[in-house]
């Protein structure tokens, strides 16, 4: 079974450095998201791919936050110049494209939890 | 804008009892419903959906129904096991928005 994968599950970084995660989404899904998750709440959307194009950001997504799917297929998240409030669990989902009407389900992978020191 | 509401604090309950996980939303247009859970160590997954008023999803013995008239979503199951300990989330969903809006998560512990 080839869900979505996340890489890192844990990264520990210092304040100011530059992080990068990966998702690898399921093969055939042209849509991938990314969520933030934070200790007691529900996951909050930062940004949505359609095969390569960045469609949807989020106003959470600051600048220092940079997010690409350059061929379609994986993804990564940059952030840069990382603070404490940036410590989180990241979240990668994709799904199908469905007939353009909502309620499509997404395949969530297992996240990558950022700690910044 | 659009937004769920989960009642609030972690649930304990003994196997076999009932269990109820109340939802609520706000939203414009027509949205859809869902329930994703979340088991230890994993990823979140769908568990049930509902796509317009007056649909029942249902899974694994959950079952919830979409009632516009009262804007709620409440998750039910007759009787509950120890392996459906986990975190629920409720979320929304809109034509034409591709973002789900999540509720906060309750936290479901059965014990044996």
């Known amino acids: 079974d080839t869900g979505v994968s996340q890489d890192p599950r844990h990264k520990i970084t210092k304040r100011g450095q530059n992080v990068t995660f990966r998702c690898d989404p399921i093969?055939?899904?042209?849509?991938l998201y990314w969520y933030r998750q934070t200790l007691g709440q529900g996951p909050e959307f930062l940004t949505y791919?359609?095969?390569?194009?960045?469609?949807?950001k989020s106003r959470l997504l600051s600048d220092r936050f940079s997010a690409e799917r350059p061929k379609g297929s994986f993804s990564t998240l940059e952030i840069q110049r990382t603070e404490q409030g940036d410590s989180a669990m990241y979240l990668c989902?994709?799904?199908?494209?469905?007939?353009?009407?909502?309620?499509?389900?997404?395949?969530f992978g297992s996240g990558t939890q950022l700690s910044v020191l | 804008g659009n937004s769920v509401t989960q009642m609030e604090g972690p649930v304990t309950l003994s196997e076999e009892a009932f269990l109820t996980i109340n939802c609520t939303y706000t939203?414009?247009?027509?949205?859809?419903l869902f329930w994703y859970v979340q088991y230890p160590g994993e990823g979140l997954q769908l568990l049930l959906k509902?796509?317009?008023?007056?649909d029942k999803g249902s899974n694994k013995g959950f079952e919830a129904t979409y009632r516009k008239e009262t804007t709620s979503f409440h998750l039910e199951k007759g009787s509950v096991q120890v392996s459906d300990s986990a975190v629920y989330f409720c979320?929304?969903?809109?034509?034409?928005?591709?973002?789900?809006?999540f509720g906060k998560g309750n936290q479901v512990v059965v014990i044996p």
């Open positions: 989902a994709s799904s199908l494209l469905g007939g353009g009407r909502s309620g499509e389900k997404l395949f």
């Open positions: 093969s055939e899904h042209n849509r």
């Open positions: 791919f359609q095969n390569e194009a960045q469609l949807e």
């Open positions: 939203a414009t247009g027509y949205p859809s």
């Open positions: 509902a796509t317009k008023a007056d």
């Open positions: 979320a929304l969903g809109s034509y034409g928005n591709n973002r789900l809006a």
